[in-house]
Nanobody, 126 residues
Framework: QVQLVESGGGLVQPGGSLRLSCAASGFILGDYHIGWFRQAPGKEREVVSCISASDAGTYYVEPVKGRFTISRDNAKNMVYLQLNALKPEDTAVYYC???????????????????WGQGTQVTVSS
């Protein structure tokens, strides 16, 4: 059974850090591009970052560049998203998703992704 499970969310003060984890089962995570998305209350889901399967190239949207870091540990079938210098506007449910590679590098479009986790809540508040 293919499954993605996120963990590591929580309540953190502005300026704080969290590390989100995405665990895969039922498939080899290293064979897939992985994306992190988020959905804030009342807003549409948006991409945050992605990491490619082939060369582990990483890509970020502008609001999180320099603050978030995506990484993967293929041996553990895990992908991580390190969140630093968190801001209240980062508050959202964060999702990881897996894309069976159709392109050389990962993409930001949601429709590219085949499997999704259930999400983990990140709340940034004082």
């Amino acid at each position: 059974q293919v499954q993605l499970v996120e963990s590591g969310g929580g309540l953190v003060q502005p300026g704080g850090s969290l590390r989100l984890s995405c665990a895969a089962s039922g498939f080899i995570l290293g064979d897939y591009h992985i994306g992190w998305f988020r959905q804030a209350p009342g807003k549409e889901r948006e991409v945050v970052s992605c990491i490619s399967a082939s060369d582990a190239g990483t890509y970020y949207v502008e609001p999180v560049k320099g603050r978030f870091t995506i990484s993967r540990d293929n041996a553990k079938n895990m992908v991580y998203l390190q969140l630093n210098a968190l801001k209240p506007e980062d508050t959202a449910v964060y999702y990881c998703a897996a894309d069976r590679p159709r392109h050389q590098i990962c993409r930001f479009a949601e429709y590219e992704y085949d499997y999704w986790g259930q999400g983990t809540q990140v709340t940034v508040s004082s």
